[in-house]
Structures are given as C-alpha cells and as structure tokens.
C-alpha cells in the first residue's frame, strides 16, 4: 500500500471538451466496471468507475461532463466548475486527466490551461491518435509536455492504443504528487506543484481575487477568481459568503462577463504558438466525406425528410424486435405466478406476492425490450454524429414552441420512456427551454402507452382497410402518436407565452465528423438508460402496484367478506361453473373494495366523459402506471385467468375476448352500452394525455428542484386529459 | 452611413469572412470557448431547413449557431 490506509479511495477526473472522445477513453480505463456517482448539490449524474493501478492500487475515475470552458452555460457544464471551485466536495480530484481530440488540438487546450492554473496534478491524454495518423498529423509530446509541464500521452480511446501507458503514468503522476508533500494527501494547504500560473491575472483581478482568498479562506488564487464569476450559482457558498463576493465584485466594478472574454482571447494568444510548434498537420482538404453526407442530410428538403423516414424504420423496428422478448417475460411471469399460487396456501400473502410484487415486476420488465432497442438506436445516432445534425435542422421549430435543437433529442427518447428522456434535457443551457422540454416530454406516446391504446382500438375502431391498403386500426394508433405530439408543441407554445424569461440561449452546437459507432459506447449507453428506468420508473411503480393491490384487495369494514358471500350465493342460484363462479366472486370483491368504493365515488366527475364507474376504478388503478389500466378491466369484467395474458401482445385471443366482453357492458342506470365508439375514443384521448406515471413525476421533481412543476404538470395534463376526453365524447356521441 | 461590417448570416453560401469582433459579451464568452475568434475566418456551409440556424466551418470544425449567435460575430467587409 502506500502509506494512505484509512483514507478515502483516490479520486480521478476525467475532463475534456464536448466531442473529446472522453467518454470512450472513460470506458477504455474502467471497462463495465461503472455506477452513477452521487454529487451532492447537483441533480447531474456523474460516471464513476474504479481504476486499477498496475501497482494493486485503486482509484475512482469520474467521467466529468464535456465542457468547453470553466465558463459553464448549462446545468450539465456547471458540475466541473462547481466541484473544482470547492477543494471541500467529496468529488474533488487528487488528480485530473484531460482528454484533447489531437486533431483539433488548437481548440481543445482552453480549458486544460484553466486546469493548469489550479494546481491539481493534471495530465494531457491526446486522443484520437488513430484519426490523427491517417490525416496525417504529427504531434510532439515530449515538447509539449515541456511547455505546458505536465505528462502528456498519445492515446486512442477507439482503438485502445496506449490506455494502460495511461494509467501507468497517472498513477506515476499521483504518487509523485504525493512525495512531495511528505506522503501525505495534499488537499488544501502548500502548493504541490510551485507551477507559474499560465494565464497571470490583471491587476483588477488580482485585487478580486485577492480579497476573496482573505475572506473566503481560498488558496489558490485562480480558484478565487472563478467564485468570483459564480458565485451566485455556486451551491457550497454559504449565503453570506456570496454577498461578500458580491460585495467584493461590486466595489472593485469587476465586469464579470467581459473579464471572462478578456481571459479566453488572452489564453489563446498563450496556447496557439505552443500547439503551432508542436502540431504539423497537412492541409486540410475542402470535400471531406463528412462534408458530401451532411450536403444530403442536412439537405434544406431532403434532411427533414432523411428524418422522418429514420424515425419511421426505428419505430417499426421497435414493434417488430421487441414482442418476442416481450412475450417470453409475459409468459414468464404468468408462469412463476400460476407456480407460486399452486405451491403457496391460499392467503394474503400469497395474492401480495403474485398479484402485488410480481405483478408489478412483470409490469416493469415487459417494457425493457422496448425501451433497449429505442435508446440502442438512439445511441447508434448519437455516436455516428446525427443527432447533432437534428438538433441543427429543427432548433428553429423547437423555437417556436418555446424549446431548443436538443430538445428534439428528449422527445425522441419520450417515445420509449419518460423518465430517460426527461434527463436527457440536461444538455441544455436556458432554463426556460429546459423546463418546456421537461413539461411537454410526458405528453409523447411512451411504450406503457402501447397496450391501453390496442385495446381501445379494437373496440373503437372497425377492422376494415381504406382503399384496400391502410388498416383503418394502424391510422388511429398512429394518430394517437401525432396527438401527443401535438399535445406536447401545443403546451410548450403556450408555456413559451406564459413564462416569456428573457434569458440568454444557446444552440452552438458542434457537429463532429461522422465515424462509425463505438459499440461498447453504445452497448453501455443503452444499458445506462435501461437502468434509469428500472432504477427511476421501476421502484416506483412496483411500490405503487403493491399500494393498489392492497386498495383492491382490502375494504372498508366487512364490506368485502359480505360481497364475497354475496357473489358465492349468487353463483350457486345461477349455477355457474367453477371458473365462472371464481370470477364472479373477484369482480364483487374488487367493486366493494376502496379502489371499487373510490371508483364509485368517482362516478359524478367522468360521467360526462362517458365512462362508467368501472372504467372509474380502471382510471385509479393506473393512476401510477398506464399499463394497469387493462388488466383491472379484466378482473372488473370477471375475465377470470384472462388477466394475465391481456397485456400479451401475441394473445390475441385473450384481448378479443376482454373487448367482446367490454362491448356487451351496459351501463346500469341507462342500459345503454357503454363502449361506444365516443366513449372508446374519449378513453384513448385520456390516456394519451394525462399524466398517469408517478415515476415521471418523481423525475421531474428532481429535475426541476421543486415540487412545483411536478404538481403544475399533473394538474395541467389532467385538465387537458378531462377536457379532451369531454370534448371527444360529446362530439361523437 | 455605410456598415464597417457584417456578420455571419450575411455571408452566402460557400463564402468565408475573417472574424473581428462580437457585440454580444454573453455570446462572446460562450463562443470564443468553441475556438470563434477574432482572427479567425467563419465558412458558411448552409442554412437549415426550416431556417434560423446556420451551418459553418472555422479551421476545418463544424458548428451550428443560431440566428442571434451567428448575427453577434461581426465579420470584416
């Protein structure tokens, strides 16, 4: 070991520009070795693997968001320069590596000076090394080690090329580090390397920083100078320490913005005849291959139209691959349930494991085929390089509607799942836009949409082809995807109007050279966003559906023992068989239950909607997740065993049979059936629009920071669910 | 009075100008950090297609900027 026993695990920061290729350096270094790491004060999630030193030695490595500068403009960028402003932050880095794509050298050394100036041991990784051999570029480490006085290592994150000379010289550098402060850990007192700063400050902002470094107790005076420029973001600061740096910047008149323009030109007037005398690139040929395929897919017709027929082909291959693995989790969990009840006595329970837990699990699992083709094609794009390339075509139409290029990105994404898509927003850097794209993600079709919307559909709409091509079933299912996008544009017009923040926003956006995808990027950015449903969506709706099994399953006083008694008397007079007779039994229960009672009670208030209390105990059921919505159908209808397979897809059968089942239902005061067309389309309107997904609201507390637009957002859905249903209904009743 | 000059939604397409300054500090820090420099020559590739954005190159990189980003550089005549 080396003479650091009980302390904390070494702490590495990998930084780097957007587009540095950081990420995949990140998985060269760590493997599958990854975990979200937990930043206090941020909602950003940061990467964390654990380095293995060839020594034995382990160190934490934290994949930091790519930023161009310390100057951060989004929530995603603000993280390396709030960790690095406050030496006190468990994220701080003993060391930090700074990847730089070698081809663009002259663009990516801004922020590895600002690293320089604050004294953290910090090494140069030059990556791409392979691309840089085949444009021919010719890079001398050794001189720049010797300039900027730092290791400085050739790598490629692609091919692996050097990543264990990487990490042989990083731990060099750490121990080397530590040597020279006697062994021990250096955090906050003694410069450990008695480097000149690269960028001297002006004489004002010496002063700034100066009384800050008194007052705050700062030691390093390039460290000062950034709280002075963030000072009101800047989480760590207690409330009187920011009005002593706003104090301080306001009696020295420090123009904040200007200095950081003035600092930034004045780096690269220090940097560029550094990364001149070392770099030899040959020149640069106007027609590269990037050139002639963006000349067709950012094509002013032919690019959104490129666009469209991608979104086409990733949706059906959504539909196509994922009912296999959809169906054997179905049966799989239909199985083990029928397994448990069979073994297990006939006790509470027993129904709590297989219709609360496992239900639940199933429910949650059944999307993860979906969800994983979605974002593994999403992911494909986004490392080819077309994803920026669609933020480029329609940040003008995001404008319009209060949202930004990368919104798009979030939108897609809410196709499969909110709660991924939702946090995928972080790359942009205006609140507002921010906050739309947020707002208006859940009114896109998700996946737990799918299975409410087949029902519905067969019941709605006749099994009859338009011109002998179209299915008149696919129309309206597609239809239901072109409202929630509607829906989503419409709110986010309106919200545009309503919040009107003048607030500086940014597109600049880079857009890299296409390369073929990194599968193992791919592979491990696919699984990130599995997890983040499993992880964000799942335990919430798996503590959900064990709440409302418990609502089904338990009444107010005897009321469920009575109707039990009821409905077996009941079935004796009518002499049903025994399955019949069990059905019977469950939609009794299940009426004089609190979800039935509640139901019921909820009559008053969807009755012009068209629904009957029935569909009103259905509507709380998936209150939480979407996807419940049918399967309480089928035990309220006495369905019986058919329950389980309702949501199957492939089942046919069984979902023909639950909609011959909901077409013959009357409701009982009238007599008049209650699945009409108005109410079947009133019911697909709801469900396309409200807001019936606990996760996603968890997700957007967190997102946002407050209660506030969670709650706005549910009311705000609801309202426009009721209202669209209402107005559906009486327009086709 | 005639302008000094122009910016970047000015250019045609395929036409290149050398950068001089930014009237906006906001944009300016946000920009330079990307490597838009005064100094620099800005190659207008192409508009989007719904407008509004633009497509350039500075020193073999791509971007895309905004209407407001790419009207804050101010490029030489």
Same mark, same amino acid.
């Given at each position: 070991?080396?003479?650091?026993?009980?302390?904390?695990?070494?702490?590495?920061?990998?930084?780097?520009?957007?587009?540095?290729?950081?990420?995949?350096?990140?998985?060269?270094?760590?493997?599958?070795?990854?975990?979200?790491?937990?930043?206090?004060?941020?909602?950003?999630?940061?990467?964390?693997?654990?380095?293995?030193?060839?020594?034995?030695?382990?160190?934490?490595?934290?994949?930091?968001?790519?930023?161009?500068?310390?100057?951060?403009?989004?929530?995603?960028?603000?993280?390396?320069?709030?960790?690095?402003?406050?030496? @006190?932050?468990?994220?701080?880095?003993?060391?930090?590596?700074?990847?730089?794509?070698?081809?663009?050298?002259?663009?990516?050394?801004?922020?590895?000076?600002?690293?320089?100036?604050?004294?953290?041991?910090?090494?140069?990784?030059?990556?791409?090394?392979?691309?840089?051999?085949?444009?021919?570029? $010719?890079?001398?480490?050794?001189?720049?080690?010797?300039?900027?006085?730092?290791?400085?290592?050739?790598?490629?994150?692609?091919?692996?090329?050097?990543?264990?000379?990487?990490?042989?010289?990083?731990?060099?550098?750490?121990?080397?580090?530590?040597?020279?402060?006697?062994? $021990?850990?250096?955090?906050?007192?003694?410069?450990?390397?008695?480097?000149?700063?690269?960028?001297?400050?002006?004489?004002?902002?010496?002063?700034?920083?100066?009384?800050?470094?008194?007052?705050?107790?700062?030691?390093?005076?390039?460290?000062?100078?950034?709280?002075?420029?963030?000072?009101?973001?800047?989480?760590?600061?207690?409330?009187?320490?920011?009005?002593?740096?706003?104090?301080?910047?306001?009696?020295?008149?420090?123009?904040?913005?200007?200095?950081?323009?003035?600092?930034?030109?004045?780096?690269?007037?220090?940097?560029?005849?550094?990364?001149?005398?070392?770099?030899?690139?040959?020149?640069?040929?106007?027609?590269?291959?990037?050139?002639?395929?963006?000349?067709?897919?950012?094509?002013?017709?032919?690019?959104?139209?490129?666009?469209?027929?991608?979104?086409?082909?990733?949706?059906?291959?959504?539909?196509?691959?994922?009912?296999?693995?959809?169906?054997?989790?179905?049966?799989?969990?239909?199985?083990?349930?029928?397994?448990?009840?069979?073994?297990?006595?006939?006790?509470?329970?027993?129904?709590?494991?297989?219709?609360?837990?496992?239900?639940?699990?199933?429910?949650?699992?059944?999307?993860?085929?979906?969800?994983?083709?979605?974002?593994?094609?999403?992911?494909?794009?986004?490392?080819?390089?077309?994803?920026?390339?669609?933020?480029?075509?329609?940040?003008?139409?995001?404008?319009?509607?209060?949202?930004?290029?990368?919104?798009?990105?979030?939108?897609?994404?809410?196709?499969?799942? @909110?709660?991924?898509?939702?946090?995928?927003?972080?790359?942009?850097?205006?609140?507002?836009?921010?906050?739309?794209?947020?707002?208006?993600?859940?009114?896109?079709?998700?996946?737990?949409?799918?299975?409410?919307?087949?029902?519905?559909?067969?019941?709605?709409?006749?099994?009859?082809?338009?011109?002998?091509?179209?299915?008149?079933?696919?129309?309206?299912?597609?239809?239901?995807?072109?409202?929630?996008?509607?829906?989503?544009?419409?709110?986010?017009?309106?919200?545009?109007?309503?919040?009107?923040?003048?607030?500086?926003?940014?597109?600049?956006?880079?857009?890299?050279?296409?390369?073929?995808?990194?599968?193992?990027?791919?592979?491990?950015?696919?699984?990130?966003?599995?997890?983040?449903?499993?992880?964000?969506?799942?335990?919430?709706?798996?503590?959900?559906?064990?709440?409302?099994?418990?609502?089904?399953?338990?009444?107010?006083?005897?009321?469920?023992?009575?109707?039990?008694?009821? @409905?077996?008397?009941?079935?004796?007079?009518?002499?049903?068989?025994?399955?019949?007779?069990?059905?019977?039994?469950?939609?009794?229960?299940?009426?004089?239950?609190?979800?039935?009672?509640?139901?019921?009670?909820?009559?008053?208030?969807?009755?012009?909607?068209?629904?009957?209390?029935?569909?009103?105990?259905?509507?709380?059921?998936?209150?939480? @997740?979407?996807?419940?919505?049918?399967?309480?159908?089928?035990?309220?209808?006495?369905?019986?065993?058919?329950?389980?397979?309702?949501?199957?897809?492939?089942?046919?059968?069984? $979902?023909?049979?639950?909609?011959?089942?909901?077409?013959?239902?009357?409701?009982?005061?009238?007599?008049?059936?209650?699945?009409?067309?108005?109410?079947?389309?009133?019911?697909?309107?709801?469900?396309?629009?409200?807001?019936?997904?606990?996760?996603?609201?968890?997700?957007?507390?967190?997102?946002?920071?407050?209660?506030?637009?969670?709650?706005?957002?549910?009311?705000?859905?609801?309202?426009?669910?009721?209202?669209?249903?209402?107005?559906?209904?009486?327009?086709?009743? | 009075?005639?302008?000094?000059?122009?910016?970047?939604?000015?250019?045609?397409?395929?036409?290149?100008?050398?950068?001089?300054?930014?009237?906006?500090?906001?944009?300016?820090?946000?920009?330079?950090?990307?490597?838009?420099?005064?100094?620099?020559?800005?190659?207008?590739?192409?508009?989007?297609?719904?407008?509004?954005?633009?497509?350039?190159?500075?020193?073999?990189?791509?971007?895309?900027?905004?209407?407001?980003?790419?009207?804050?550089?101010?490029?030489?005549?």
């Amino acid at each position: 070991m080396h003479g650091d026993e009980g302390s904390p695990p070494l702490k590495i920061a990998l930084i780097g520009n957007p587009n540095s290729g950081k990420s995949t350096v990140f998985n060269q270094m760590t493997g599958l070795r990854q975990r979200t790491g937990n930043f206090p004060g941020i909602t950003v999630e940061v990467k964390e693997g654990t380095l293995h030193f060839p020594s034995g030695q382990e160190a934490t490595l934290s994949d930091f968001p790519g930023t161009y500068s310390l100057y951060p403009t989004s929530t995603d960028e603000k993280v390396v320069a709030s960790v690095l402003t406050n030496p @006190a932050d468990p994220n701080f880095p003993d060391a930090m590596v700074y990847v730089a794509d070698v081809t663009k050298l002259e663009k990516h050394l801004l922020l590895f000076t600002q690293l320089l100036d604050l004294n953290v041991p910090l090494l140069l990784a030059l990556n791409m090394s392979d691309s840089a051999a085949e444009l021919g570029i $010719k890079v001398n480490t050794s001189k720049l080690s010797e300039a900027f006085n730092v290791p400085v290592i050739s790598i490629s994150g692609r091919t692996g090329h050097n990543t264990m000379r990487l990490i042989v010289e990083l731990e060099k550098m750490v121990d080397g580090s530590r040597n020279t402060v006697h062994g $021990k850990r250096q955090t906050q007192a003694g410069d450990p390397v008695n480097r000149e700063p690269f960028y001297p400050l002006t004489e004002l902002e010496k002063q700034v920083s100066e009384a800050i470094r008194q007052n705050l107790g700062v030691e390093n005076p390039y460290r000062a100078l950034l709280i002075a420029h963030h000072a009101n973001w800047l989480h760590f600061l207690k409330p009187l320490e920011k009005e002593t740096v706003a104090t301080i910047v306001s009696t020295k008149s420090f123009q904040s913005l200007r200095a950081q323009v003035d600092e930034t030109l004045e780096r690269y007037d220090r940097f560029t005849p550094i990364s001149q005398a070392t770099v030899t690139s040959p020149p640069t040929f106007p027609n590269t291959p990037t050139d002639r395929i963006d000349a067709v897919l950012t094509h002013r017709l032919g690019g959104p139209l490129i666009f469209f027929a991608v979104m086409m082909l990733v949706f059906q291959a959504i539909f196509d691959w994922s009912s296999y693995p959809m169906d054997w989790i179905e049966s799989g969990f239909g199985t083990l349930s029928a397994f448990l009840t069979s073994q297990m006595p006939a006790a509470w329970y027993t129904e709590l494991l297989t219709d609360g837990i496992l239900a639940g699990l199933g429910g949650i699992l059944v999307f993860v085929p979906q969800i994983a083709i979605l974002f593994l094609l999403i992911s494909i794009l986004e490392e080819v390089g077309y994803m920026a390339r669609v933020v480029f075509m329609f940040d003008k139409t995001m404008r319009r509607f209060g949202m930004n290029g990368r919104s798009m990105v979030s939108l897609i994404s809410g196709t499969a799942c @909110a709660v991924p898509a939702i946090m995928s927003s972080r790359t942009i850097g205006n609140w507002q836009e921010r906050l739309i794209t947020v707002m208006v993600t859940p009114f896109i079709s998700c996946s737990a949409r799918i299975p409410v919307y087949l029902v519905l559909i067969g019941i709605a709409v006749p099994a009859i082809k338009i011109g002998g091509i179209f299915s008149l079933q696919s129309l309206v299912f597609g239809a239901m995807y072109v409202l929630g996008v509607l829906a989503a544009f419409a709110s986010g017009w309106a919200m545009k109007h309503w919040l009107h923040r003048r607030e500086h926003s940014f597109l600049a956006i880079e857009l890299p050279v296409y390369r073929m995808p990194i599968w193992k990027n791919v592979l491990l950015n696919t699984w990130e966003k599995v997890q983040a449903f499993i992880v964000g969506a799942g335990k919430i709706i798996l503590v959900v559906s064990i709440a409302l099994w418990g609502l089904s399953r338990f009444g107010p006083g005897d009321s469920i023992e009575q109707a039990d008694k009821a @409905a077996q008397t009941e079935a004796q007079q009518l002499k049903l068989d025994t399955l019949d007779a069990e059905g019977l039994v469950q939609q009794r229960r299940l009426e004089a239950s609190w979800a039935g009672q509640a139901g019921k009670w909820m009559m008053p208030a969807i009755r012009p909607l068209g629904y009957d209390w029935k569909i009103g105990i259905a509507l709380l059921t998936s209150f939480a @997740a979407r996807e419940v919505f049918t399967g309480t159908l089928a035990i309220l209808y006495n369905m019986g065993g058919l329950e389980a397979d309702i949501n199957d897809r492939s089942d046919n059968a069984a $979902k023909a049979t639950l909609r011959e089942r909901m077409k013959k239902e009357k409701f009982s005061d009238t007599g008049k059936p209650v699945y009409t067309l108005a109410t079947a389309l009133s019911l697909l309107v709801f469900y396309a629009l409200s807001m019936q997904c606990f996760s996603t609201l968890a997700v957007v507390r967190r997102e946002t920071g407050s209660w506030k637009w969670a709650v706005l957002q549910f009311v705000f859905m609801s309202v426009a669910a009721y209202l669209g249903a209402w107005a559906v209904y009486v327009l086709f009743s | 009075m005639q302008r000094r000059y122009r910016t970047v939604p000015d250019l045609k397409v395929n036409e290149s100008a050398r950068a001089i300054a930014f009237d906006d500090s906001a944009l300016a820090c946000k920009l330079t950090s990307m490597g838009f420099l005064p100094g620099t020559r800005i190659e207008m590739i192409r508009k989007s297609p719904f407008g509004s954005a633009y497509y350039v190159k500075v020193d073999g990189v791509r971007f895309a900027l905004r209407e407001e980003e790419a009207a804050s550089i101010l490029l030489e005549m």
